[in-house]
């Protein structure tokens, strides 16, 4: 079963727009990452935040972890037509062997 | 470092086929995991490795599956008499706990079709 739930399941906008993906997950975790898949391809690691953090940047990305709420949120500033791919959020469960357990990701179009 | 390799990258099969496939993890992560994609899904975990030991199975491989990684280095899965439903991508994974931290790095996957 999976434990994620990203927020929205597709998103569409347009270049130069921000984009926003949510997360929410169930249980206790390690850490939290988030990958991004082009359609048909392997995964792509972008970003890890660990359970003791809140905010992480990268380049464009920001990732945002609040353990309270069992949620985490991905900003891309600045988006590209590039960037259209789908967005996982993935956690690894405190006790566990670092299993990852995704969600059902969201779907990003950014139009031209 | 030349990233995670999986081969093949697509195998189309007849149902009751046994298939094989290869991973080739990044040489110095003693970690390889095996997960299962579906169209619109996220992947799901299979099987965790350590070094050659296979410490963790899900309850989603069947006795039709099994993993090895004899030698601590390449993995490979193989599905036995394949069904319909066994269609999907079937992705390797990579880690080590260097630098403090489990990321796990993906191969591009084989895609699967049972027929």
């Known amino acids: 079963s999976q434990q994620g739930e990203e927020d929205p399941q597709a998103l569409s906008i347009q270049e130069g727009e921000n984009a926003t993906m949510n997360c929410s997950y169930k249980?206790?975790?390690?850490?939290l990452q988030w990958y991004r898949q082009n359609s048909g391809r392997g995964l792509v690691h972008l970003i890890l935040i660990r359970s003791n953090e809140r905010e992480k940047h990268s380049g464009r990305l920001r990732v945002t972890l609040d353990t309270s709420k069992k949620s985490s949120s991905l900003l891309i500033t600045a988006s590209r037509a590039a960037d259209t791919a789908s967005y996982f959020c993935?956690?690894?469960?405190?006790?566990?062997?670092?299993?990852?357990?995704f969600g059902a990701g969201t779907r990003l179009a950014v139009h031209p | 470092d030349t990233g995670v390799s999986q081969d093949p990258r697509h195998k189309i099969t007849k149902r009751g086929q046994n298939v094989t496939f290869r991973c080739d993890p990044i040489s110095e992560h003693n970690r390889l995991y095996w997960y299962r994609q579906t169209l619109g899904q996220g992947p799901e975990f299979l099987t965790y490795f350590q070094n050659e030991a296979q410490l963790e199975k899900s309850r989603l491989l069947s006795d039709r599956f099994s993993a090895e990684r004899p030698k601590g280095s390449f993995s490979t899965l193989e599905i036995q008499r394949t069904e319909q439903g066994d269609s999907a991508m079937y992705l390797c994974?990579?880690?080590?706990?260097?630098?403090?931290?489990?990321?796990?790095?993906f191969g591009p996957g084989t895609r699967l079709t049972v027929l």
């Open positions: 993935a956690t690894d469960s405190t006790g566990g062997y670092n299993k990852l357990i």
């Open positions: 994974a990579s880690s080590s706990l260097a630098g403090g931290t489990d990321t796990q790095y």
């Open positions: 249980t206790s975790i390690n850490n």
